[in-house]
């Protein structure tokens, strides 16, 4: 049996691992590098959620982790609006119990000289990569607070470190979200409660075209999924507060 990269599955059991019984949400879980980290959390025990705006992407992703032997929890929501926000954090708390782990994945990219980008445009790239992640981020931490127990990673970008021509509106995004990770980290850590930043160079996804490039060489999803994973898993006294995440090969 193979999933949706090609690749042979292997069987997960979910509950029996590091991340026992965690519940953890996934924004952007439906495709991409959001599906690879939900597949590699789920193999760690976790108890998955995951979201997107896209219903029938997202049915696909819970039937590509089902036939991993990973059960999922998929709700139908834009990140970019308060009100679904908070409803999709309600509904997953009535079926799963409070989000232990929030993955901010869900992103977009448009790319193009800043002085011939639309409002819209900005409106929809600082929306989707930056507001989601403070409505998300404060739609769970309540109850991380009271519970003493969370952890959030953000998904940011080497775009977040450094700049580039055509970069402007995505470069916007990620270096305010670097800044608002980086509070929120020291916000929350005083209540035991971890931020991490993960910032992938280019990754073979969706997400942009790749024309030119070498893709055995690109980042793959499961090497984000990696980085993830071993900061989810880090002793319980320290965080790893940021990844940068590089191809050992330029492509
Ligand atoms: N790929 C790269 O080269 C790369 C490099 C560095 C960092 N990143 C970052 O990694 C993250 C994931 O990128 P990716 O490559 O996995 O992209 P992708 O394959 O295009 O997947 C993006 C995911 O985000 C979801 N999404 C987009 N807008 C949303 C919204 N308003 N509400 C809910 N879900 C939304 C998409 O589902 P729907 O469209 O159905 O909503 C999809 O599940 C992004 O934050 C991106 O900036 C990517």
Redesign the pocket.
């Known amino acids: 049996m193979q999933n949706q990269a090609g690749q042979p599955h292997h069987r997960a059991h979910q509950e029996e691992g590091p991340l026992n019984g965690a519940v953890a949400l996934i924004?952007?879980?439906?495709?991409?590098?959001?599906?690879?980290i939900a597949r590699r959390l789920g193999a760690l025990g976790a108890r998955l959620a995951l979201?997107?705006?896209?219903a029938e992407?997202?049915q696909a992703?819970a039937k590509d982790l089902a036939d991993s032997g990973l059960k999922s929890f998929p709700v139908v929501?834009?990140?970019?609006?308060a009100v679904e926000v908070s409803a999709m954090v309600e509904h997953i708390g009535g079926q799963l119990g409070p989000v232990d782990i929030l993955i901010?994945?869900?992103?977009?990219?448009i790319f193009g000289a800043f002085h011939e980008r639309s409002e819209a445009e900005w409106d929809t790239v600082l929306?989707?990569?930056l507001k989601?992640v403070f409505l998300v981020s404060r739609a769970v931490a309540p109850e991380m607070i009271r519970r003493r127990r969370g952890h959030i990673v953000n998904?940011?970008?080497?775009?977040g470190k450094s700049a580039f021509p055509n970069g402007g509106l995505?470069c916007a995004?990620?270096w305010g979200l670097m800044g608002l990770g980086n509070c929120m980290a020291e916000e929350l850590r005083v209540h035991g409660i971890r931020v991490s930043t993960v910032?992938?160079?280019?990754?073979?996804?969706?997400?942009?075209p790749?024309s030119g490039r070498d893709l055995d060489k690109?980042?793959q999803?499961d090497d984000?999924a990696h980085a993830v994973a071993m900061i989810l898993t880090e002793g319980p006294r320290s965080f790893i507060s940021e990844v940068l995440l590089r191809p050992v090969q330029k492509s």
């Open positions: 924004t952007g879980g439906s495709r991409g590098i959001g599906l690879a979201c997107s705006r896209g992407h997202l992703a929501a834009d990140v970019t609006r901010n994945s869900a992103g977009i990219g929306n989707t990569n989601s998904i940011s970008s080497l775009a995505y995004s990620k910032s992938p160079g280019s990754v073979a996804t969706d997400f942009s790749h690109l980042l999803p984000v």
